[in-house]
């Protein structure tokens, strides 16, 4: 099977505890590489300029970026200040937009990291797929004067998308609020599956029943792509299976090991045989309520 990735590749200079790390980053990466280690190939959307030096590090891990993807404009890069499980976000520079003709992939994944991805190209993906996940954070983010990344209200449709991923602040801004109310929202604009994501805690709506799952406390390390390998684990297993109990377990299990692995980076994406392990355990521990 095939998923197709609409997001930028970028440069993360992650800082922590006084020191500051620089990799690749971006959904592009941590969603293609989790898909290809579920056996998917990938089809993947993006821009990088000539200060990209990651391109072997991914293909190592099976990722090919495609000619097209290479611009003259910088890459977009980020610096992440991490703070405990909370981070702060600068956006220092930021590559074209992706261009989008066709694919004849089984599901799409759009995750912009900062508006290379069009309503348009939006749009038509929305209309014409089977199967599409959005994380809408780059349709939500705005820069101040310093380059900090916040969030501002925006309309987008979000109908006949087959599931949204949001966190409680993104939620907000897509609906004016949080929780349970904020799922129903969404449910009513179109969505099949609506993901919340409150740090550990991870509920799901899908028709008339709301899922809770938690990631086991542990100490938290870098949290990065974190959320990218969550919506790839959901997309990829949900396309193999067809069951939503079964993907989103697949997805907190996937989060779940990223966390594990203490690591920075990609180097925290899991393989498919630990995700499929705490999935089988998360599965027997689902509560569930009606609405």
């Known amino acids: 099977m095939k998923l197709a990735v609409l997001s930028h590749c970028t440069i993360d ?22 898909a290809k280690n579920m056996k998917f190939d990938v089809d993947l959307y993006t821009k990088i300029g000539p200060d990209f030096k990651f391109k072997r590090d991914l293909e190592n891990k099976g990722v090919f970026l ?95 998308v087959s599931a949204i991923k949001t966190d409680p602040d993104e939620a907000f801004y897509l609906t004016g609020l949080r929780g349970k109310d904020a799922m129903l929202v969404l449910q009513r604009k179109g969505v099949k599956h609506v993901l919340y994501t409150d740090k550990q805690n991870i509920t799901m709506l899908a028709k008339d029943r709301l899922y809770y799952l938690r990631i086991p406390d542990m100490k938290i390390g870098d949290t990065t792509g974190v959320g990218d390998i969550f919506c790839a684990a959901f997309a990829c297993s949900y396309l193999k299976e067809k069951d939503s109990l079964w993907a989103i377990c697949f997805a907190v299990g996937a989060a779940q090991a990223a966390l594990e692995t203490k690591a920075t980076g990609l180097s925290k994406i899991p393989n498919g045989g630990t995700i499929q392990q705490n999935a089988a355990y998360l599965y027997n521990l689902v509560k569930f309520s009606q609405v």
Do not use: H, M, W
Not at 119 to 127: A, S
């Open 13 to 34: 200079e992650i800082s922590r505890e006084g020191q500051v790390v620089e990799t690749p980053g971006g959904p592009a990466a941590y969603c293609g590489i989790t």
């Open 66 to 160: 495609p000619q097209d993807s290479i611009s003259n404009s910088p890459t977009t890069r980020f610096l992440l200040k991490i703070i405990g499980a909370d981070r702060e976000l600068y956006l220092k520079t930021k590559c074209d937009q992706i261009e989008f003709s066709n694919s004849d992939a089984d599901g799409f994944i759009i995750s912009p990291v900062f508006d290379e991805v069009s309503e348009e190209t939006l749009d038509r993906i929305r209309e014409d797929s089977n199967f599409l996940l959005l994380d809408p954070q780059g349709y939500l983010r705005r820069v101040d004067s310093t380059g900090k990344i916040y969030l501002e209200k925006t309309l987008l449709d979000i109908s006949k």
